[in-house]
């Protein structure tokens, strides 16, 4: 399931971190504690972990690096908006036809169609 931008990543099922934790088992970072129930019905013991909160930890990692990755993105964007902002000279909210606007910014720098990529440019060549 995609998450729309911006938004938090749904909380884990419980199966899902069981999944999570099978696999940090499987490549031996971490040793899992407690009971479990084979497909035979038998419980078994795995290998008791010293630290179970290195589960919560890098659970906790995998969980926040979209949400790193998005704040990343929201900076970048926040940058752009105070290039424009501190560039605007006008506005029309109705330039010729009321549902059309116009924005008119002060620059030396080119301004292509990818309105992000070119602030970027701007603001790298500035640096």
């Known amino acids: 399931m995609t998450n729309p931008?911006?938004?938090m990543p749904p909380l884990p099922t419980h199966e899902e971190l069981e999944l999570f934790a099978a696999e940090m088992v499987r490549s031996?970072?971490?040793?899992w504690m407690g009971f479990?129930?084979?497909d035979d019905g038998l419980y078994t013991i795995p290998s008791i972990s010293p630290a179970p909160a290195k589960l919560a930890f890098?659970?906790?990692?995998a969980y926040a690096a979209p949400l790193i990755?998005?704040?990343?993105?929201?900076?970048?964007?926040?940058r752009r908006?105070?290039?424009l902002k501190e560039r605007l000279?006008?506005?029309d909210f109705a330039w010729g036809d009321p549902a059309t606007c116009v924005w008119v910014f002060e620059t030396d720098a080119p301004?292509?169609?990818?309105?992000?990529?070119?602030i970027d440019a701007a603001t790298a060549a500035k640096d």
């Open 5 to 7: 931008p911006g938004a």
């Open 58 to 61: 890098a659970f906790a990692q």
């Open 81 to 83: 908006y105070q290039w």
């Open 69 to 78: 990755a998005r704040v990343a993105e929201l900076q970048a964007d926040a």
């Open 28 to 31: 031996e970072q971490l040793l």
């Open 36 to 38: 479990r129930k084979d």
């Open 89 to 91: 000279l006008a506005a």
């Open 111 to 118: 301004i292509s169609a990818d309105l992000d990529a070119s």
